[in-house]
């Protein structure tokens, strides 16, 4: 098993920053890749960034340029840093990790969800 704590969420204006912090612990050979998910209101749960353990990165067409995820592989904590924020950026952030699985299928392990909020 693989525990994560998220942290960083909160409330923002539009073109503020936010800077997400997700720690796992646990069973950590059993994580390659790390990244990041969000649902919006009334949106079903889409892929936000994803690292490999190699650094490779993949970002949702509508964040890239705007967010960057990084990873710690000592501290096996993922971060992102989202920047110029919108108010579509609004949701609940999940924090995942897993070994093996393409990020288009919802897979491994889970964090509990960080709300970020981004007012007009």
């Known amino acids: 098993q693989v525990q994560l704590v998220e942290s960083g969420g909160g409330l923002v204006q539009a073109g503020g920053s936010l800077r997400l912090s997700c720690a796992a612990s646990?069973?950590?050979?059993?994580?390659?890749?790390m990244g990041w998910y969000r649902r919006g209101p009334g949106k079903q749960r889409e892929l936000v960034a994803g690292?490999?353990?190699?650094?490779?990165?993949n970002y949702a067409n509508s964040v890239k340029g705007r967010f960057t995820i990084s990873r710690d592989n000592a501290k096996n904590t993922v971060y992102l840093q989202m920047n110029s924020l919108k108010p579509e950026d609004t949701g609940v952030y999940y924090c995942?990790?897993?070994?093996?699985?393409?990020?288009?299928?919802?897979?491994?392990?889970w964090g509990q969800g960080t709300q970020v909020t981004v007012s007009s």
């Open positions: 646990g069973s950590i050979s059993s994580i390659d890749a």
């Open positions: 690292i490999t353990s190699g650094g490779w990165t």
């Open positions: 995942n990790v897993r070994r093996g699985s393409p990020w288009a299928i919802e897979a491994g392990y």
